[in-house]
């Protein structure tokens, strides 16, 4: 697993199929982003097929089918929405783009799984909600910093305990590595990647309310700027946001490009939980100075203080649940309204952020 790239990095866990071969059958459009292989990762690992895949570049279809070796590539994407054996698409095409993969999916009869952001504009997100509505589909985002992490899961069973009493906030750290010689074009354009707010922060979002156990909050306040990229006066390496949930409780999330050159991991990720009766921290990628592994979490409580090696722990069981969602028509993965209310809330910092100057 890559993980000095942000870009490339796909946990692997381990074989647990909700579904038996051939019942649950993925065709892929769109691989601009390396999210792609993260999300069919954990998939498969829950015993969908990767059958068909669509790409305008042959490079990065060579490259696909070489971890996917049972996708066949197609010469259109519209062979994929025909395909009445394909049950959902995964898209990880350039962020404006991957609102209309979605639509295509959404009325072709198939389910919608798409990284982040799903859409970059409001007029996306209304479409595709109607989209949704109208087919009885499920649509899901790739929040990979909560649902790819097996510290973030192994958060969610300390909560569960009581181990650190009733959340009272989250906070959020998502530094990424910029990487900048292997950024296509469309990565420093806003018209495409849809603000930093709207992409990376979309995982932020995700988290606060998910550890708050909220089902809806307000952006207080937000700001974006570029501070060391002039050369592309579009491009934001820096945004932050602060929200209220609706039952009382509070997140504030940081994110930005600066991950330095010498740290070991693509970001060093972290979450800190704060509780009545304790506080966890989750370092997911990388435990800096102490030891290159991801995965650590950190508690303190009434109790005393606690460290736990989340790894090959609690697996990801996002996917299996994504699933037995589609197949059953139920909503255990996530629900429906909470992806979009996400979303809704990534695209709102987005267009209310103060731009430092």
């Known amino acids: 697993m890559q993980r000095k790239d942000g870009q490339m990095y796909a946990p692997v866990g381990r074989m647990q199929a909700v579904c038996e071969p051939g019942e649950f059958n993925i065709g892929v459009v769109g691989l601009d982003h390396g999210h792609i292989y993260g999300m069919c990762n954990g998939l498969v690992e829950s015993g969908a097929g990767i059958t068909h895949v ?4 042959p490079e990065r279809l060579a490259a696909f089918v070489k971890a996917f070796p049972a996708a066949k590539i197609v010469a259109s994407e519209s062979e994929i929405y025909e395909n009445h ?9 350039i962020p404006s783009d991957r609102a209309g993969i979605i639509l295509h999916a959404l009325k072709s009869g198939k389910h ?4 982040k952001p799903a859409m970059t504009t409001r007029a996306q997100l209304t479409a595709i909600r109607s989209a949704v509505s109208q087919s009885k589909k499920h649509f899901a985002v790739y929040f990979s910093e909560r649902l790819h992490v097996e510290a973030a899961t192994y958060a969610d069973y300390l909560i569960a305990d009581g181990s650190i009493g009733k959340v009272l906030q989250t906070m959020v750290l998502g530094p990424h590595r910029l990487n900048k010689p292997s950024r296509p074009d469309w990565f420093f354009q806003k018209e495409k990647f849809g603000g930093i707010l709207t992409d990376i922060g979309s995982h932020q979002i995700d988290q606060i309310l998910h550890y708050n156990n909220a089902l809806s909050a307000t952006v207080l306040s937000s700001k974006v700027g570029n501070y060391n990229n002039p050369e592309y006066p579009e491009f934001e390496d820096f945004g ?9 409780t509070s997140g504030y999330f940081r994110v930005d490009w600066f991950t330095p050159d010498g740290l070991s991991a693509w970001g060093d990720g972290r979450t800190i939980i704060l509780g009545t009766e304790g506080y966890i921290e989750l370092r997911k990628y990388v435990d800096i100075a102490r030891k290159d592994a991801p995965n650590f979490v950190y508690m303190a409580n009434h109790k005393g203080e606690y460290t736990f090696d989340a790894s090959n722990t609690v697996g990801f069981p996002f996917f299996g649940r994504l699933i037995r969602d589609c197949l059953d028509d139920t ?5 429906q309204e909470y992806t979009f209310h996400v979303m809704e809330l990534a695209l709102t910092a987005q267009e209310i952020a103060l731009r430092i100057s």
């Not at 919608?112 to 990284?115: G, N, Q, Y």
Request: charged share 20%; with cysteine.
């Open 240 to 248: 932050d946001a602060s929200l209220l949930c609706e039952n009382g």
């Open 85 to 93: 054996s394909i049950d959902m698409v995964a898209t990880a095409a």
């Open 331 to 335: 909503e255990n993965a996530i629900s």
């Open 54 to 57: 669509w790409d305008s570049s």
């Open 112 to 115: 919608a799984f798409s990284d």
